[in-house]
């Protein structure tokens, strides 16, 4: 790009993913209101785009501009952390258009064959039908050529450069993550089997090495963004680490309540996943006390200048320590433990906590770094809110919010009616589709989709004007 | 040099990081080995030889399969051909499965990986749940083989016009859309007639798997929510 203040090519490649990213958030959101409208109005698209279809491209799109933005946003602080230039800069680059094109492929199958006979060839090249890991097989395989690119240059670049805290917990973990997604690769005709390795993908990723990373990206803002001092920032970062891996991994017990898997997972997995919390806790505190003490510090030389150098991006960093915590922690622990989890799990209640706690742990972050990127690519010192990220922000925010607190209200009229009344059958399960505070609840879980999706709208013009603007310091 | 405390010592902190994720993982994959040999398909002989196994073999199609509060548990269990003394499978009482009770274990399998096959290249998880897991846009299906809706006293079978639970599962599988259960309803996939008996085998062995009492209570209340 012409006008890009970016010298470095792992930067440059870090926008592209972005970009990428951006797009797909886009797409995850469109699918979802087709989605949410199949709920209000559900002859919508009937026999043509399914609900089925349409919320697998709406959790598909989610995991994967997640990917993107974490590629891109490992790619971005890369050169910051390690002090060089990413090596292999070429092949990640290539990889990054077989992933696009490969995704590409895959989204379109989706869409226009969708289902295909019940044989092999429908599971390596239409779909698996398997929730969140979807991709066909030769995709699978493609998705892991692609990540051990990416690892193999994270690592060859972190051995050759300068080892930060940071980087040496990203290589830990992107290694993880990498491996973790073989687990989800093969057949079986036993479906607790089956259940038992998906969640090594699914809970290991999002509940594991996600938050890992995201502790990561977390202490390299903090860094960048209002020069919070390297070891304190670490030495929190080890902590969280610790923390996170030592409730997560075991805290993968608490899907292993009803799969068909033995009882001692009732006891494993309500002790760990009730500390799964906790981290969350650290990592909130962990952010805004940084930013007092180093703001604190600022006030005591009797200046009254803010210390954060990009406002749109600290606040996206700011509303990831609450979401997460709020999103994955509360509402997350209000339905973990098994006595509790028996009437909630499979309902509307953990639709709830999955839109507030991967949009608050996770989407919240990787925009924030998208706005990173747009402050380095266009060399601001100090960039500033405009109005259109004001409205991104506070439509995102209180349309995903407003989503969140609709789909717990139905989620009780599903748990109570549905599971606890009428012992989940196929008639309890209408009794309660059908109850007033579903139905309304479904009409504003729709009204706050279409809200999030015009304050997406904003957000996309801000990322790509937001450089332009004349207020910022540069 | 000024005496620092162990608390603000990063190194401290990174092998503590260190040492609490590889102390889970090992646990983590110590519990994998024991969970992986208690959730292993069973077989025939199994069934035969009244070894109840936490995922029976694919040939339960050929038993009658009931959904038991367990005293012992204290929760409702899958009981295959009929209970015994102790509350548990009996594996005595047989029931047709497409007219036949005698599936061997190979066409049973067979059967059976068709069905978990079909219930994956449709896309079923992405509007049903199967244990639990999947989407909240129609019912469970966890349990549906059991389901009052598919028995006797059920809707299904007469709207499909058919004289056994299996077939109108299968039939409605093949139409769906032209048996309007509920506003929401069910899209044609182009299931098969071959590929509908598979994925009621599949339905049928999965309500045989153990669960651990979920869903309570299923089927067990009639007309609570307008009842007394």
């Known amino acids: ?27 995850q959101l ?24 349409a919320r697998m491209l709406h959790i598909n799109a989610l995991v994967v501009w997640m990917v993107f933005a974490m590629f891109g946003s490992v790619y ?27 995704v590409t492929v895959v989204v379109l199958v989706y869409l226009f064959i969708q289902v295909g006979p019940a044989d092999e060839t429908s599971i390596w090249f239409i779909h698996e039908g398997r929730e969140y890991i ?17 690892v193999a240059n994270l690592f060859m670049t972190g051995m050759k450069g300068n080892r930060s805290g940071i980087v040496t917990v990203l290589m830990a973990d992107m290694i993880a993550f990498a491996g973790l997604y073989l687990t989800g690769m093969f057949y079986t005709d036993n479906i607790s089997v089956d259940q038992f390795w998906w969640w090594w993908v699914i809970h290991l990723w999002v509940e594991a090495t996600w938050e890992v990373f995201v502790g990561a990206i977390a202490a390299y803002g903090l860094i960048t963004m209002i020069g919070a001092h390297r070891k304190v920032v670490e030495m929190w970062l080890w902590i969280e680490v610790s923390m996170l891996f030592g409730s997560g ?15 001692y997972w009732w006891e494993i997995g309500a002790l760990f996943s009730a500390l799964e919390p906790l981290p969350l806790v650290a990592m909130f505190i962990h952010v805004l006390y940084d930013w007092g003490k180093m703001q604190g510090e600022e006030d005591a030389k009797g200046q009254e200048i803010s210390v954060i150098t990009n406002k749109p991006a600290f606040t996206w960093f700011v509303l990831n320590a609450f979401g997460n915590f709020l999103g994955a922690g509360i509402w997350g622990f209000f339905h973990t433990l098994p006595q509790v989890n028996l009437y909630t799990h499979g309902t509307q209640f953990t639709s709830a906590h ?40 506070s439509m995102i925010v209180g349309g995903v919010v407003g989503m969140t607190v609709a789909l717990t209200i139905a989620g009780y009229s599903d748990v109570i009616i549905s599971r606890a009344q009428m012992g989940a059958t196929w008639a309890g399960y209408f009794d309660a589709q059908g109850t007033t505070w579903l139905v309304q609840g479904m009409v504003w879980r729709l009204l706050m989709g279409v809200v999030t999706f015009v304050g997406f709208l904003f957000l996309a013009k801000d990322l790509l004007s937001i450089g332009k603007a004349t207020h910022h310091v540069r | ?59 339960v199609i050929n038993y009658k399969i009931t959904y038991e509060m367990n005293k012992k548990r204290q929760h409702e269990i899958p009981v295959i051909g009929g209970m015994n003394a102790e509350g548990t499978s009996a594996f005595q009482e047989k029931e047709k499965f497409f007219g036949r009770d005698d599936w061997s274990e190979q066409e049973a399998g067979e059967l059976l990986h068709l069905g978990k096959l079909a219930s994956q290249t449709k896309n079923c998880m992405n509007c049903h749940t199967l244990l639990g897991n999947g989407a909240y846009y129609a019912p469970d299906l966890t349990k549906a083989w059991l389901d009052p809706a598919w028995g ?24 769906p859309s032209q048996y309007p259960t509920h506003a929401r309803m069910m899209p044609n996939l182009g299931i098969t007639a071959e590929e509908a008996k598979g994925l009621v085998a599949f339905l049928k062995h999965m309500a045989t798997i153990d669960t651990n009492g979920f869903p309570r209570n299923f089927g067990k209340i009639q007309g609570a929510v307008n009842g007394k």
């Open chain 1, 1 to 27: 790009m012409a006008n890009s203040y970016l010298k470095s090519e792992s930067k440059k490649l870090a926008t592209w993913y972005f970009t990428v990213a951006a797009t797909l958030f886009g797409a």
């Open chain 1, 354 to 393: 999955g839109h507030l706690a991967f949009f608050g742990a996770y989407a919240t972050i990787l925009v924030g770094m998208m706005y990173l990127a747009v402050q380095g690519k266009n060399g601001i010192k100090v960039l500033n809110n405009t109005k259109s990220t004001v409205w991104a922000t």
């Open chain 1, 76 to 102: 971005w602080l890369l050169p910051d952390e390690t002090g060089i230039e990413t090596v292999g800069i070429g092949m990640g680059k290539l990889l990054f258009w077989v992933f696009t094109a490969a």
């Open chain 1, 134 to 150: 979807e991709a066909p097989r030769w995709a699978d395989l493609g998705i892991t050529v692609v990540a051990l690119g990416f």
């Open chain 1, 249 to 263: 991994i075991l805290g993968l017990g608490h899907h292993y309540f009803w799969i068909g898997t033995p009882e």
């Open chain 2, 152 to 175: 006797p006293e059920g809707s299904m079978m007469g709207m499909t016009s058919k004289e056994t639970k299996e077939e109108a599962m299968a039939e409605f599988l093949q139409n």
């Open chain 2, 1 to 59: 040099m000024a005496k620092r405390s162990v608390w603000s010592d990063n190194r401290f902190w990174q092998r503590t990081a260190a040492w609490i994720t590889g102390f889970a993982s090992v646990l983590l994959i110590w519990l994998t080995f024991d969970t992986s040999a208690q959730i292993s398909m069973g077989t025939d002989a199994d069934i035969q030889n009244g070894v109840t196994k936490r995922v029976p073999g694919p040939t």
């Open chain 1, 30 to 53: 469109l699918f979802g209101l087709v989605a949410a409208i199949q709920y209000v109005m559900p002859g919508f698209l009937f026999e043509i785009l399914d609900f089925s279809v």
